[in-house]
C-alpha cells in the first residue's frame, strides 16, 4: 500500500513523520511525503520520496512580519497573519497537492493539513486518517481541552471542546469553503470538525500515554499511539567531532534552544544568555535553529549548534530550556532531564504549563523573560524532586515505540470494509 504524508510548518511537524514514514517501510509499504519546500533536502536524506509544496515556512516565520508577532506573543494575531500569507497561495499550494496525491491509495493528515486533506480525500476519493502530535481536540468528559484547563468537571469538561470546535469553525469556515470551491466541491453544511466525526476518521495522538490516558469515552477511531522517535523507528544522526570534544571537556551543559520558531527578541535574549554565564558555572550549548546567525557572547562555556538530533544530545545535558513544542518536550523527558520551557505561542503555553503541573520542570512565557527569571526556572527545575519524576517518567516512557503502534493501528484501520470501498479498484 502507497501511504501519502501530508504534512506543514516547522522541523517540529515533519522529523516524527519521517519516523512513522520508516516503520511503515519497514513493513513493507510505500510511503511518499508532502511538505513545505524547505525541508527537500532534510527529507531526501532518509531515502523518502519527497513532494515539496510552493511553500517556505522558514521564510515565513523569519519574516519581519511574523517576527514583530511572535515578539508579541498574540497567538490569534499569529494565526491570522500566518492564514493571510498562506492564503495567497492556497490555490497553487491545492493544485500541487492533488496532482501529488492522485499517486497514493490513502493519505494521511497531519495537525496543519486536516482541513486540506479533508477535501483533497473527498476530490479524489481517497481513505484517510490524522496523525496529530498537539493537544486533543476529541471531547472527553475525563480532562477539558488543555488550553482551558481551569478546573476538571465533566459537564465543564465536554463545553470547552465544544467551544473550541466552535471557535475553530468560526476562524476557518470562510477559507475551508474557498478551498472547496477551488477543488469543485459542495460548500460543507455542517462545521469540518462534526463532519470528521461523521465520516469516523481515525485519529492517532503521537504521544506518550504517560502525559494523557486514553479517555474511556472516546470514540473507538481516537488513540494514544506514543511519540514518533526518529531513532526508535531506525534512523539516528550523528554530530560533528568539535561538539563531541567540547562535551568531553567539561561537565553536562544546559541545552537552549527554539527550534524553528525564531528567537522573538534576538537583542533580549542574547543578552540573557550573557548575564547567565556571568552569574553561573554552568556550561551551554545554544542551537540555532531558524533564528537568525547573530553574535553570541565570547565564552568557552557556550558552544553553538545549527541544528542537533535531540535523541542523541539531550541524555548528555543537565537540563533543557525549550520553547514548548510537543516534540522536544518529548524528547527531554525520554532523556530524562528536567525542561523549562520558554514558551512563545500556539500549544507551547499549553504544553509549559502541563509540565509544571506533572513536577517534570518549570514554565515561563517568553513576553515576560528577564535573565532573572530564566536563572530562576533553571534553578527551580534542577531539584531532586524534579530529577526523581523525570526519571520515573523517562523510564516509562522508554517502553513505548509510538512509530510501530501507529502503523500497527494504521495498517487495521485501512483494511476495514469501510475504508476499501472508498479505495481505487486496483489496490
Known amino acids: 500500500m502507497h501511504y501519502g504524508i501530508i504534512t506543514f510548518g516547522s522541523r517540529g511537524d515533519v522529523q516524527p513523520y519521517i519516523a512513522l514514514a520508516v516503520e511503515l517501510i519497514q513493513q513493507g509499504h510505500s510511503v511518499s511525503i508532502v511538505g513545505n519546500e524547505n525541508f527537500t533536502d532534510f527529507v531526501a536524506t ?7 509544496l ?17 515578539k508579541s506573543g498574540n497567538v490569534i494575531t499569529y494565526l491570522r497573519a500566518l492564514g493571510k500569507i498562506i492564503r495567497k497561495g492556497q490555490a497553487a499550494v491545492l493544485q500541487k497537492m492533488v496532482g501529488d496525491c492522485k499517486t ?27 496523525v496529530q502530535l498537539t493537544v486533543p481536540s476529541v471531547p472527553t468528559a475525563a480532562f477539558p481541552y488543555l488550553g482551558l484547563d481551569f478546573f476538571n468537571a465533566p459537564v465543564y469538561n465536554r463545553f470547552t471542546y465544544r467551544l473550541m470546535r466552535w471557535l475553530f469553525w468560526k476562524e476557518h469556515k470562510k477559507d475551508i469553503q474557498e478551498q472547496r470551491v477551488l477543488l469543485n466541491l459542495p460548500p460543507l453544511e455542517k462545521p469540518l470538525p462534526e463532519k470528521i466525526d461523521e465520516q469516523q476518521v481515525l485519529q ?43 562535551l568531553e571537556q567539561g561537565t553536562p551543559p544546559i541545552y537552549i534552544g527554539f527550534g524553528s520558531f525564531p528567537v522573538p527578541d534576538p537583542s533580549v535574549f542574547y543578552g540573557i544568555l550573557e548575564h547567565l554565564l556571568n552569574h553561573t558555572d554552568e556550561r551551554y550549548i545554544f542551537c540555532q535553529g531558524w533564528s537568525k546567525p547573530t553574535e553570541l557572547p565570547q565564552s568557552s562555556r557556550i558552544f553553538e549548534v545549527k541544528a542537533i538530533d535531540h535523541s542523541w544530545l539531550f541524555p548528555q545535558c543537565k537540563l533543557a530550556v525549550v520553547h514548548g513544542g510537543i516534540g522536544t518536550v518529548g ?3 525520554r532523556a530524562k532531564i528536567p525542561v523549562v520551557v520558554v514558551s512563545v505561542l500556539g ?81
Open 104 to 130: 497514493f491509495d490513502v493519505l494521511i493528515a497531519t495537525p496543519l493539513t486536516v482541513a486540506w486533506v479533508f477535501s483533497v480525500a473527498e476530490c479524489l476519493n481517497k481513505p484517510w486518517a490524522i
Open 204 to 246: 492517532l495522538h503521537a504521544f506518550s500515554r504517560f502525559l494523557l490516558e486514553r479517555p474511556s469515552d472516546w470514540p473507538a477511531g481516537a488513540d494514544i499511539t506514543g511519540f514518533l522517535d526518529l531513532k526508535a523507528a531506525g534512523q539516528s544522526s550523528g554530530t560533528e567531532h568539535a561538539i563531541r570534544q567540547w
Open 347 to 427: 500549544d507551547q503555553p499549553i504544553w509549559g504549563r502541563f509540565v509544571k503541573r506533572k513536577g517534570w520542570g518549570t514554565h515561563l512565557p517568553f513576553k515576560k523573560l528577564t535573565a532573572q527569571k530564566l536563572l530562576h526556572a533553571i534553578r527551580a527545575a534542577d531539584q531532586e524532586a524534579i530529577s526523581t519524576s523525570v526519571q520515573q517518567v523517562g523510564h516509562m516512557m522508554e517502553q513505548e515505540n509510538g512509530a510501530a503502534v501507529a502503523v500497527s493501528k494504521l495498517e487495521a484501520y485501512f483494511k476495514t470494509p469501510a475504508q476499501l470501498s472508498r479505495m481505487p479498484t486496483d489496490v
Open 54 to 70: 510552493p511553500v517556505d515556512s522558514q521564510k515565513i516565520l523569519q519574516s519581519p512580519e511574523i517576527a514583530g508577532i511572535l
Open 331 to 333: 524528547a527531554g523527558l
Open 46 to 52: 532518509y531515502g523518502i520520496p519527497f513532494y515539496p
